[in-house]
């Protein structure tokens, strides 16, 4: 039987009850900034959600360019996710450990650029799971290998060139997840050689200000309220940024969830923007 899997968002209770059914994969995509000091991956291995595999981040994106976290091209993507156990016919939940869903949304967004609509991502992970004492496991998992289909959809990713020909244009938002020290250019970037500040007209809100204190999202009412005090307007499309493409996509789950579906992240982000000569940088508040 198939699953009815509520997207994007599921509960604990909602994974609790339907862990084990054949047609569901969970899968553990945490990530981290190296200056949080934390291994993903030994998190993973010393306890996670029952069944759940480990989706790397580093080692699935592309690998072919200097940049971090880009989508690799969409067979490739496909083929990787296939080999992880990942099928056309599944459902998804991922799931992030930050507490703040500041990599889970990644790979979520990577499934709905592949074509895959049934993924949803853990309201509040991990973290909130343990809190909750529900059961967790220890060591690897591994799922037989998967046939992946894609049906790309470029209408959720942009480029640099595209970001740059919306530049001016009163007609598209930028929406920029990165902290506000970061966003105005008053504390250094992680990665070296990048300049501080952020993209002519972008506005700001850190993803980590979508989710309550237990790590669950806001609710939809809350949810607008952060995106007007930030001056988004959602009659238009949104070009959501951060450091690298990752915690963008949690702007890009906030705006699913409140009905806001033309938007798009920016996959280079300002790994990209901050380090080009060419790309024009305004500091200070939006």
Same mark, same amino acid.
């Given at each position: 039987?198939? !699953?009815?899997?509520?997207?994007? &968002? ?11 059914? @054949? ?11 190296? *200056? ?5 991956? +030994?998190?993973?291995? @010393? ?38 156990? !990942? ?22 967004? /990577?499934?709905? =650029?592949?074509?895959?609509? +049934?993924? *949803? ?12 004492? +529900? ?25 640099? /060139? ?23 250019? +008053? ?11 952020? =993209?002519?007209?972008?506005?700001? &809100?850190?993803? *980590? ?47 699913? !969830? ?29």
């Amino acid at each position: 039987m198939t !699953i009815t899997l509520p997207v994007p &968002l599921v509960s604990t209770a909602w994974l609790a009850d339907h862990l084990g059914h @054949a047609g569901l994969v969970v899968v553990d995509a945490s990530w981290y900034l190296p *200056a949080m000091e934390r291994d993903p991956r +030994r998190e993973y291995l @010393a306890a996670h959600v029952p069944g759940a595999i480990f989706f790397d981040l580093d080692a699935e994106s592309d690998q072919a360019t200097a940049l971090p976290h880009m989508l690799p091209q969409s067979s490739e993507a496909g083929a990787a996710l296939g080999r992880l156990g !990942i099928g056309s016919d599944d459902a998804v939940v991922v799931y992030d450990g930050s507490g703040a869903n500041l990599s889970a949304p990644r790979l979520w967004w /990577e499934l709905k =650029v592949l074509g895959h609509d +049934r993924a *949803a991502v853990l309201d509040g992970g991990f973290q909130r799971w343990a809190a909750e004492g +529900r059961p967790g496991e220890s060591g690897p998992v591994t799922r037989s290998p998967a046939r992946f289909d894609t049906r790309f959809r470029p209408e959720l990713i942009r480029t640099f /060139e595209q970001v740059a020909a919306a530049l001016g244009d009163e007609t598209v938002g930028l929406l920029d997840a990165r902290s506000p020290g970061r966003f105005e250019g +008053r504390e250094p970037e992680p990665r070296p050689g990048l300049r501080g500040g952020h =993209v002519p007209g972008a506005r700001n &809100l850190p993803y *980590a200000r979508l989710v309550a204190g237990d790590g669950t999202m806001l609710p939809k009412v809350e949810l607008l309220e952060r995106f007007k005090e930030a001056g988004v307007d959602l009659s238009q499309p949104v070009i959501t940024s951060c450091g690298s493409g990752v915690s963008a996509c949690a702007l890009a789950l906030a705006l699913e !969830i409140v009905g806001h579906r033309r938007y798009a992240v920016y996959d280079g982000s300002w790994a990209e923007w901050g380090g080009r000569a060419d790309a024009p940088v305004r500091t200070g508040p939006a």
